[in-house]
Every structure is written in C-alpha cells, then in structure tokens.
C-alpha cells in the first residue's frame, strides 16, 4: 500500500463529514421554512426538522452515517406535494 494512502483515506472522510453536517443543516432549515410556507402539513416539516438534527447529532456522536438517509425527508415532502396535487 502506498505511503500516502493514509492521508487520502484521511482526507476523503473529512469530506464526506463536512458535506454530511452541511448536509443536515440543510435539511433542518429546509424543514422550518417548510413550516412557514405552508406547503405540506406542518407534520412533515417538524419530521424533517426533527429528522436532520437527530441524525446530525447521531454523525457527532459516532462520527459516522449512512448518506442515503439525507434522501429521506424530500422523499416524504414529494410525496406529500403529489397527493396534494
């Protein structure tokens, strides 16, 4: 293995780190507007909020996540907006 494996793998998960916590920040912002504007139930937009922080802080506890549960807060507010139709 070459020496500066290490610091590839070092540097790849502070990416996808900084991209996840960016990531839930975004998500738990999308979901107070989502209150605000009045586009879905306010369910939906307390699910997302509450969904982005919990999972934000489960990646500051164990520092690790799986990066498809960032899909599922918009999976729900698009289905809500297509039986809203």
Avoid: C, K, N
């Avoid at 975004?26 to 605000?36: E, H, K, N, P, V």
């Avoid at 489960?58 to 809203?84: E, K, W």
């Amino acid at each position: 293995m070459p020496a500066y494996y290490e610091l590839l793998a070092q540097w790849g998960f502070a990416l996808f780190y900084v991209a996840a916590v960016i990531g839930f920040l975004a998500l738990a912002a999308y979901g107070a507007s989502l209150l605000q504007v009045g586009l879905v139930p306010a369910w939906a937009g307390w699910a997302t909020l509450a969904f982005s922080l919990a999972l934000l802080v489960q990646l500051l506890v164990t520092g690790d996540t799986l990066s498809a549960f960032h899909y599922v807060p918009p999976m729900l507010i698009g289905v809500l907006l297509l039986l809203r139709g």
